[in-house]
């Protein structure tokens, strides 16, 4: 019961190379090996004894393992990557399982579901505490999912749950490996607050959304359970909840989580363009003098391509992580843009250059411009420090643009 990772090459420009030193990553992880150790029925037993004590307590969920079994020994078999609807699933580990769908629905699901309570209220706790916030971009909207299943979990099993009382546990017994997570069950009160609030105003939507959906006769497709989820962050529970009150079967593939976790709406990740069209691909890193504050040097020109020029050093900053590139000039020409291309600084001239390849070229920065730039870094880095400080650890920078006459950041923050 382990992954087998081979990390044998490396694949640079276009060309694979055999490592010096290769490894065999078994991918074990400590709980697997707590899991093993103590013999529990599942991992989440191993992991989270405590925790799931504490939700039975106010719950009421009976923990039947003799059943759990029967269930666990099928589902292990079942490929949940299968786009099968929920109840075509269900109907196939009862069937499998020899269990009665009583079992399955009274005792089963709200097993799962003190599982699934115990797993993402711990990694909604180390999200925040890492300084993510529930979203609808990136990691944080992994967060609202699993924070909205959460508040549907509870809801639906009648939970008389503390979330606060639940990420404390997980906190005090993470004390020693991570301290840290104290900070961010303090974080957590506002943050569940408002995000429940913002998730029962979809809820008392959902009703009207699917009233209006049924008088036009259009079918609750997956794609339209998935624009629903993604626009308005009414999960696809709630829609066949209120639809079957209406006398309306939804089916919920099984995979509807993970495929949107995997879409773009989610992973879509920002890669920078850079506006020069130069070809880079073969030419040397450049040697970055900028990082030494050097504002004059002479450097040898290793490719001219009309404006563009790349040389062997650069005392020019090049534009990166919203901070606008140095100007200057190089041999008496005006810089006018300076980009990084996989390492490589590629400076824009006003016009084209009179020097050719392997020529040595004079460089000066416009110190002044230089000098308020950095200026309006180390601004935002106090802002964003004092925001910290006030609002809370979760209150990162999500973007940010410093120029030579002003600069802005956008600091994350749940209200």
């Not at 081979?6 to 078994?26: A, P, R, S």
Request: glycine share 6%.
């Amino acid at each position: 019961m382990s992954n087998s990772v081979f990390t044998q090459y490396e694949y640079i420009n276009n060309k694979i190379k055999e490592l010096d030193g290769m490894v065999v990553d078994v991918g074990w992880g400590f709980e697997r090996l707590l899991w093993f150790y103590t013999g529990a029925d599942t991992i989440y037993d191993a992991s989270f004894n405590k925790q799931l004590k504490y939700i039975a307590k106010n719950s009421g969920i009976k923990f039947d393992r003799k059943i759990y079994r029967k269930v666990a020994d099928i589902s292990g078999f079942v490929n949940v990557g299968d786009a099968q609807s929920l109840e075509k699933f269900d109907d196939y580990i009862i069937n499998r399982a020899k269990i009665t769908k009583d079992d399955y629905y009274n005792i089963i699901k709200p097993m799962q579901a003190a599982y699934a309570i115990a797993d993402h209220s711990r990694s909604l706790l180390f999200g925040v505490t890492d300084g993510a916030l529930p979203s609808n971009v990136g990691g944080g909207y992994n967060l609202r999912i699993i924070l909205r299943r959460m508040f549907d979990l509870v809801d639906e099993h009648n939970i008389n749950l503390d979330i606060i009382k639940l990420m404390e546990l997980h906190a005090s017994e993470l004390k020693g490996l991570y301290d840290e997570l104290s900070d961010g069950v303090a974080e957590m009160p506002n943050i569940i607050e408002v995000e429940r609030k913002r998730y029962d105003a979809t809820k008392s939507a959902a009703g009207k959304i699917v009233d209006t959906m049924l008088a036009k006769k259009e079918s609750i497709t997956t794609d339209r359970l998935k624009l629903l989820y993604e626009s308005n962050g009414i999960t696809p529970e709630h829609i066949a909840i209120v639809a079957k009150s209406k006398g309306i079967n939804v089916e919920i593939p099984e995979n509807f989580y993970s495929s949107i976790i995997k879409s773009d709406f989610v992973e879509g990740k920002k890669v920078k363009v850079s506006k020069s069209q130069l070809d880079t691909s073969t030419l040397p890193k450049t040697e970055k003098l900028f990082y030494s504050f050097t504002s004059k040097a002479q450097a040898r020109a290793i490719k001219v391509e009309g404006n563009e020029v790349v040389l062997d050093k650069t005392p020019f900053y090049a534009e990166s992580g919203g901070q606008e590139a140095d100007f200057g000039m190089i041999n008496g020409i005006n810089v006018i843009d300076v980009q990084s291309s996989n390492g490589v600084i590629v400076h824009t001239l006003e016009h084209k250059p009179n020097f050719l390849v392997n020529n040595i070229v004079n460089c000066e920065v416009d110190i002044d411009r230089r000098l308020r730039l950095m200026v309006h870094h180390t601004a935002t880095h106090l802002i964003s420090a004092s925001c910290r400080k006030v609002l809370g650890k979760h209150a990162w920078q999500e973007g940010a643009h410093k120029g030579p006459d002003k600069a802005h950041i956008d600091i994350a923050h749940h209200e």
